[in-house]
Each structure stands twice: as C-alpha cells, then as structure tokens.
C-alpha cells in the first residue's frame, strides 16, 4: 500500500513558476514509476509526464516539454514536479501516481496507476 500526498500548488501568473512534490509512504518507493497528470474543470484527466523507478528515463507531454521538469528522491520518498513558463492552460488539478510497473518502464494511461493523491489546484491567471 502506498499513500501520496501531493503539495505546491497555488495561483500564480502566467509566466510565473511552481514546484509541486508528492511525498509517498511506505518502504517500496523505488519500486514504482511515478507520474503526474492533471484534469481541469469539464475534462478528462490527461498524462503530464512520467519518471521511471530509478530516475533516469522521462517522457513527457507535448504540452509541457521544455516547459516541466519531474525529479525524484528515493531517499525522501519524493517526487517533484518544476513547472515553468506557466501558461493559463495549464490550470487544473495535479495528480502523482505511482505504477508498479516492471523494470524501468513507464507507462502514461491512467489506468495502469495503482495509487493515486489527492490533487493540488494549480490556477493560472492571465
């Protein structure tokens, strides 16, 4: 059982930067994947980016390549998410979720997350 807990959110202009953490319990954090997707107001929840369990390979969306940074702390327990270059698109509810999956794989279908947050509101004004 993994429980995560998402922070940083906030209003911010557009421009402007946050950094979100996820700081997950249990003892078996290396063993998951750990994404972040977001869903606005009236729309599905979308992948954002992904980190594989040893921190090495990412993949990101399209939208916020160039734009977002994911990291992890095995050692903390954390998984952060930099995002610059804030845009009021990029309003929604963040999610991290962690995917037991195999080796260093990283998947993007919400469906494949066995462990979800609770979200932070992240608001963008123009």
């Not at 327990?77 to 963040?94: F, G, I, R, W």
Request: glycine share 12%; hydrophobic share 30%.
């Amino acid at each position: 059982q993994v429980q995560l807990v998402e922070s940083g959110g906030g209003l911010v202009q557009a421009g402007g930067s946050l950094r979100l953490s996820c700081a997950a319990s249990g003892r078996t954090f290396s063993s998951y994947a750990m994404g972040w997707f977001r869903q606005a107001p009236g729309k599905e929840r979308e992948f954002v980016v992904v980190m594989s369990r040893n921190g090495y390979n990412t993949y990101y969306a399209d939208s916020v390549k160039g734009r977002f940074t994911i990291s992890r702390d095995n050692a903390k327990n954390t998984v952060y998410l930099q995002m610059n270059s804030l845009k009021p698109e990029d309003t929604a509810v963040y999610y991290c979720a962690a995917d037991r999956t195999t080796g260093q794989g990283m998947r993007i279908m919400t469906s494949s997350y066995e462990y979800w947050g609770q979200g932070t509101q992240v608001t963008v004004s123009s």
